[in-house]
Structures are given as structure tokens and as C-alpha cells.
């Protein structure tokens, strides 16, 4: 069965500080990995994705994800994590037939 | 535990058909975002309801309409169906639960337009 598992339910950062967030999956055949970005009051967002080629992937607003098949994984980073990042963040999973998403992890940035 | 039920989850209709969706949301969620999802596409947010009232719109062509009832659950009406409006549409619901929000995404509607 397809599943996505996100580690942190809620991370409480400073600001400047560093951020990873975890995501791993379960998915059989090529998979097409997602983060989004849901800002309180509003809907989701596309940070980055990752389909093939490098697997480190550059997407808005200084986030990037590297995949490692291995360890089936898709952590989301930022080096320095500002006020304006406090958000929900999901990492999702899937190809043509189905998209499954994680639970989300919530981001809260103290000034 | 109880989670987003779409049906039907997967529909074949002909061009100039409609169609209708339905999402139901996790009880006691007050909001539902419908989105859609193309053949090698990222998913598009389409629009969304709180508390029965919509509350924002995204991507939603004109020949499409949704509204939430009174049991919070949500309907997409698709009229005028073009082959592009094949793709995968799934719903999230979303509700506080204790003094924070969670929010789960349904396991879509597959629909073909042929």
C-alpha cells in the first residue's frame, strides 16, 4: 500500500535557524515526490518536486529536498528559516493514478 | 479511524456529460478544498469551503460548481466535459481538533472523459 509518513507533527524554530523535515514513503513502481506549503487560511502551494534527474531539488523560496532512494526518503531543508515560513508543510507521493499525502508538519518560527 | 470518503473513485463519462463529485469530510471538520490533478501535472487548487460558505477560489473553470451542505459534505458539479478535464480530483478536510487544526486528504476521484 502507498503511504507517505511525515516525522514532526509540529517543530517550533527560531528564526535562523535550520530547518529539516522528514518524509519517507512507500510507493511501488516510479514515483513523483511533492512538497507543499499550506500558509495559515489558505490552500496548498508547491514548494518543490522532484520527477527524475538531480536529486537534490531547488524550489521557492530557498527549500530544497533531496531524494535518496535507499533510504526512500524526501526531506525538505532551508538553511534559515524566517517568521514568514510559519506554515503547514506536506510531503506527498504518487504518479498518474493516485497522490497520497502526509499529515503535514507544522511550522511555527519565533521572532 | 473515520477518514475523507470521495466518491465515486472512479468515473468514465463521454465529452458534453456531466459529472458529480462528492467528498466527505472527517466529522466535526468545518472545511473542504477541492483540487485537481492532470496526467503529469501538480495538483491544482480548485476551491474551497468553510463552514458551508466558499471561502476562496483558485482554478476552477466556469462550467464547474461545487458548494458544501449542510452535512459538511461537498459536491463538484462538472458540466460540458472536455477531454482535458481528465485527472485525478481529490478533497482535503480540515478541522480543529483540541487547540490545533489537522487536515486529510482524501483518496480521489479518478475521472475519464472520453
Known amino acids: 500500500a502507498q503511504s507517505v509518513s511525515q516525522h514532526n507533527h509540529h517543530v517550533i524554530l527560531s528564526e535562523a535557524a535550520s530547518l529539516e523535515l522528514g518524509c519517507n514513503y512507500s510507493y511501488g513502481g516510479t514515483v513523483n515526490l511533492f512538497w507543499y506549503v499550506q500558509y495559515p487560511g489558505q490552500h496548498l502551494q508547491l514548494l518543490l518536486k522532484y520527477f527524475s534527474g538531480d536529486p537534490l531539488v531547488k524550489g521557492i523560496k530557498g527549500f530544497e529536498a533531496e531524494f535518496i532512494k535507499s533510504k526512500f526518503s524526501f526531506n525538505l531543508r532551508k538553511p534559515s528559516v524566517q517568521w514568514s515560513d510559519t506554515a503547514e508543510y506536506f510531503c506527498?507521493?504518487?504518479?498518474?493514478?493516485?497522490?497520497?499525502f502526509g499529515t503535514g508538519t507544522k511550522l511555527q518560527v519565533i521572532p | 479511524a473515520a477518514g475523507v470518503i470521495q466518491s465515486p473513485r472512479h468515473l468514465i463519462k463521454e465529452k458534453r456529460e456531466t459529472a458529480t463529485l462528492k467528498c466527505y469530510p472527517i466529522p466535526r471538520h468545518d472545511t473542504v478544498y477541492w483540487y485537481q490533478q492532470g496526467p503529469g501535472q501538480d495538483p491544482q487548487f480548485l476551491i474551497s469551503f468553510y463552514e458551508k460558505m466558499q471561502s476562496d477560489k483558485g482554478s476552477i473553470p466556469d462550467r464547474f460548481s461545487a458548494q458544501q451542505f449542510s452535512d459538511y459534505h461537498s459536491e463538484l458539479n462538472m458540466s460540458s466535459l472536455e477531454l482535458g478535464d481528465s485527472a485525478l480530483y481529490f478533497c482535503a478536510s480540515r478541522g480543529w481538533r483540541g487547540d490545533s487544526y489537522e487536515q486529510y486528504f482524501g483518496p480521489g476521484t479518478r475521472l475519464t472523459v472520453t
Open positions: 506527498a507521493a504518487g504518479g498518474y493514478q493516485k497522490v497520497t
